[in-house]
């Protein structure tokens, strides 16, 4: 029984993937202009119509979207097509070998930053829930939660960047070339994308939290004379986080849209920069994959959010919730 | 620490919550009246035209004689600008929602009460278009369709309509699952079975008992939808592909990014515009989603 409900979504899943790519591969041949002049525009007849194959712009949607998808599925991203004139390209591969990493590391450290000071702050507003410190720092969390990432960004750029002149305001630094330095490069951004979720995770956790309180097992545990902390940490915090796990699977997806812009307000050049400037020089074929990329790692959270509310809710896991 | 009671069984639900107080209920309407009177009668201002270049006065600072929030790199006056800016900005957000939370909330409210392949379909239309990140969506339906051919440069459609036509294509699936949603759970009430019981016609039913109660959560979910529509349209801005140059808000910060050590304040102001918007945007809908719990809760 278990295993169909898995399967149904499974398909689900795929359907979605599919018909993701497939309306790309319209939309893209809907762009307007002539990717042949922007791309080679001075190139020969013989070498626009060996550019025309290369593209699929010669065989109809359907085949074109079909070679994709099974270039594709063997690691061919397509290619990076550059106007030298003689149509060569560089592989949209190696471009996201360089790209990914960036905007991954970039979603990772948010993911790490967020979830390790919205868990304690979460749990300190329910065990301090009602009083005054809650109810200040609550409504400040709500109204910090609102701002965009990118706002933040800015002015965390002119005060800590260029006012202070304490952090680099822009650029990458890989880790493999200097660790401190990479650490300094990413501290802006990763606060900007950070600081709207944490006040996001830990208002979630708060509620869940207190309702978690009110539960008999909670009144048990007090009157075996547990502390409140060992309570509070070992017993209600763990069914307490699957809003918070569901919430931070989703927002792992909206992260990438945050992540883009806040890679162009900082110039980190991830795949935001690469996503942006395909779309510009109309590279049909990175276009396609980028984009499915994105949507194949939207869906995967979403799956992954389903199999954990049954590892970390024993309700859940025992068929009881 | 140790004696702070652990429990909170005798809490009210309601305030458990962490709502904000009526305070900033009072302040978000002040600010969003202000904004939309800004946005319908600014032309009345006696203020520079946002687009006239006072080239004589280039990167005034703040409070400065004749441009009280100075000027940018290029001399444009930037309270005009923000007071131009909440038209454009006001215009696309509100339009997209309007014309978004029309027509999704139709299409979600139709699936849920037809069920069957109807609901399939629209569900998986749904799903489609909320797997692709807003801004990726936005970004290939505004180069798809603003972006002049190469040959005629005078080619494509006005940015503005590119953007309420990209943003409505987001919308409409957050509003339009909410409203499915919220329709399935009105349907199974008793009232409505009543109301099948003694034959009245599925269409009525839709009209007098589903559709005026799932347009109040909608509501609430609206002005939250606003508020993310005009965070969007500044990060597109951002990526070069927002309102023209100065336009919107978005696109005035986008435009004097690049001066951040100069005149700090040509792009801090307008970010600061558009996070008390959206926070604004936030506490309104909030607080309608208070009064929705409410009335439920009364039902």
Redesign the interface.
């Known amino acids: 029984m278990k295993y169909r409900v898995a399967l149904n979504n499974l398909a689900?899943a795929v359907?979605?993937?599919f018909?993701?790519t497939f309306?790309?591969s319209i939309?893209?041949r809907?762009?307007?202009?002539?990717p042949i002049?922007?791309l080679m525009p001075f190139a020969t007849e013989e070498g626009r119509a060996a550019l025309r194959a290369e593209l699929g712009l010669d065989i109809n949607v359907v085949q074109y979207y079909f070679s994709w998808l099974f270039d594709l599925l063997r690691g061919d991203f397509g290619v990076w097509y550059a106007s030298t004139g003689d149509g060569g390209g560089v592989p949209v591969r190696s471009m996201l070998a360089v790209a990914l990493p960036r905007s991954l590391l970039i979603m990772l450290y948010t993911m790490v930053v967020s979830i390790v000071f919205a868990v304690p702050l979460g749990i300190f507003?329910a065990?301090?829930?009602?009083t005054r410190t809650?109810?200040t720092i609550?409504?400040v969390?709500?109204?910090v939660?609102?701002?965009?990432s990118?706002?933040i960004g800015?002015?965390l750029?002119?005060v800590v960047g260029?006012q202070l002149d304490l952090l680099p305001?822009i650029g990458y630094v890989p880790f493999a070339e200097n660790p401190s330095e990479h650490f300094r490069s990413l501290v802006m951004p990763v606060v900007s994308l950070s600081i709207g979720l944490i006040a996001t995770f830990s208002?979630l956790l708060?509620?869940d939290m207190?309702?978690t309180?009110?539960e008999d097992f909670?009144?048990m545990a007090?009157s075996k004379g547990l502390?409140?902390m060992w309570?509070?940490w070992r017993h209600v915090l763990r069914p307490s986080s699957s809003t918070l796990m569901t919430s931070a699977a989703l927002q792992m997806?909206?992260l990438?849209?945050?992540a883009?812009?806040i890679e162009?307000?900082f110039a980190l050049n991830g795949f935001?920069m690469l996503?942006?400037t395909a779309?510009?020089t109309r590279q049909y074929l990175a276009?396609q994959s980028l984009?499915a990329l994105?949507?194949v790692a939207?869906?995967v959270f979403n799956f992954i959010v389903d199999v954990l509310y049954a590892v970390v809710d024993p309700r859940v896991r025992g068929g009881r919730g | 620490?140790?004696c702070?009671p652990?429990?909170?069984?005798e809490?009210e639900v309601g305030?458990?919550?962490?709502r904000?107080?009526p305070l900033?209920f009072y302040l978000a309407s002040g600010w969003l009246l202000v904004c939309v009177f800004t946005a319908f009668f600014g032309d009345f201002f006696p203020l520079p035209k946002w687009d006239e270049y006072d080239y004589d006065n280039l990167g005034l600072p703040l409070f400065s004689d004749g441009h009280l929030l100075g000027t940018d790199y290029d001399g444009s006056d930037v309270l005009s600008g923000l007071v131009h800016g909440a038209r454009t900005s006001l215009g696309i957000s509100f339009t997209a929602v309007f014309i978004g939370s029309v027509i999704g909330g139709l299409l979600g409210i139709v699936a849920a009460y037809r069920r069957g392949w109807v609901d399939s379909v629209v569900t998986?239309y749904f799903?489609?278009s909320l797997?692709?990140?807003?801004?990726?969506l936005t970004?290939?339906?505004v180069?798809?369709?603003a972006?002049?051919?190469?040959?005629d440069p005078s080619?494509?459609w006005p940015r503005e309509l590119v953007l309420i036509i990209s943003l409505t294509l987001v919308i409409i699936p957050i509003l339009g699952r909410l409203a499915r949603g919220s329709a399935l759970s009105w349907s199974g009430r008793d009232f409505v079975l009543v109301a099948e019981s003694i034959g009245m016609k599925k269409r009525s039913i839709l009209r007098t008992h589903i559709i005026p109660n799932v347009l109040p959560s909608m509501m609430s979910v609206a002005f939250l939808a606003a508020?993310v529509v005009i965070?969007?349209e500044?990060?597109l801005a951002?990526?070069?592909?927002g309102a023209n140059p100065g336009a919107s808000w978005g696109s005035m910060?986008a435009k004097n990014?690049g001066e951040?050590?100069i005149t700090?304040h040509t792009?801090?102001v307008p970010?600061?515009v558009?996070?008390l918007t959206?926070?604004a945007?936030?506490?309104f809908g909030?607080y309608f989603r208070l009064r929705i719990d409410d009335r439920e809760s009364r039902i």
């Not at chain 1, 809907?30 to 002539?34: A, F, R, V």
Request: hydrophobic share 55%; aromatic share 6%.
């Open positions: 689900k359907l979605v993937l018909l993701v309306s790309i939309l893209v809907w762009l307007p202009g002539d002049e922007i507003l065990y301090r829930a009602e809650d109810k609550s409504n969390l709500f109204a939660s609102s701002i965009p990118f706002a800015l002015a750029a002119f260029v305001v208002r708060r509620v207190i309702a309180l009110r909670v009144t007090s502390s409140n309570i509070l997806g909206a990438i849209g945050g883009v812009v162009t307000v935001g996503l942006t779309i510009a276009i984009v994105i949507a939207y869906i | 620490m140790c702070t652990l429990l909170t069984h809490s305030v458990a919550k962490g904000p107080g900033g998986m799903n489609v797997a692709i990140p807003t801004i990726v970004l290939v339906m180069a798809l369709f972006t002049p051919n190469v040959d080619s494509g508020g965070v969007i500044g990060g951002i990526l070069g592909v910060l990014r951040l050590a700090p792009t801090l970010a600061g558009i996070g959206v926070m945007l936030n506490y909030d």
